[in-house]
């Protein structure tokens, strides 16, 4: 696609409910990475695939959060037994390699845990 | 301490002055620094990246690096309303991950 796409844009849910957020990167970028954002705050980094593999993800808050990516391009960030703790918003960005390029990002989702 | 530390403003000037923004991080081996920019509720977007020490410019914006005092700075110049935004300092080591700090809001009085 032109850009990095992700859905929904909003998402709101009740405390321990489950979540599967999506990104999906610009055709041709191994590199796909998770973060997070909370209101005022930086960038959190959550995970880092290159193609489908996962070498780092240190940035995973908790048990509850696990991500995946098949076919080298699309990636789902489920969060699981959601905690009010967990609103932020979720950000996915793509490169063609490593850090040192550009990062794309998409327009993140909003989640809400009420 | 932080890996990446910006104030967090907000830093507000007049518009046509120079706004400068300062980072400073902690990990001395970092090798290339980025300044992203992000207006509210949008996603940040890549406006200038640094690999050396000293000056680069780009159009208004000029980032400067100090790897010895462990710092990098971006000015911009004649700064207009549209330049107003959060800034994102962020940091790579050398290897896939970027480090970013909280950020910086400017805000450009016409």
């Known amino acids: 696609g032109a850009g990095v796409s992700q859905s929904p844009s909003n998402k709101v849910t009740e405390k321990g409910k489950d979540v599967e957020l999506r990104c999906d990167p610009i055709?041709?970028?191994?590199?796909l990475y998770w973060y997070r954002q909370s209101l005022g705050q930086g960038l959190e980094f959550l995970i880092y695939?290159?193609?489908?593999?996962?070498?780092?993800k240190s940035g995973l808050p908790s048990d509850r959060f696990s991500a995946e990516r098949t076919g080298g391009s699309v990636s789902t960030l489920t969060i699981q037994r959601t905690q009010q703790e967990d609103s932020a918003v979720y950000l996915c960005?793509?490169?063609?390699?490593?850090?040192?390029?550009?990062?794309?990002f998409g327009s993140g989702t909003q989640l809400s845990v009420l | 301490q932080k890996e990446v530390e910006q104030n967090s403003g907000p830093l507000s000037v007049p518009e046509g002055a120079i706004a400068s923004l300062n980072c400073t991080y902690s990990?001395?081996?970092?090798?290339?620094f980025f300044w992203y920019r992000q207006y509210s509720g949008k996603s940040p977007e890549l406006i200038m990246f640094i690999y050396s020490n000293g000056d680069k410019e780009d159009g208004r914006f000029t980032a400067q690096l100090n790897k010895a005092s462990q710092y990098v700075s971006l000015l911009i110049r004649d700064s207009q309303p549209s330049d107003s935004a959060t800034y994102l300092c962020?940091?790579?080591?050398?290897?896939?991950?970027?480090?970013f700090g909280a950020g910086t809001t400017v805000t450009v009085r016409a």
């Open positions: 695939f290159q193609g489908n593999s996962a070498p780092d």
């Open positions: 960005a793509s490169s063609h390699g490593v850090a040192n390029e550009k990062l794309f």
């Open positions: 962020a940091v790579n080591k050398g290897d896939y991950k970027l480090s």
């Open positions: 990990d001395r081996g970092s090798q290339s």
């Open positions: 055709s041709g970028h191994t590199a």
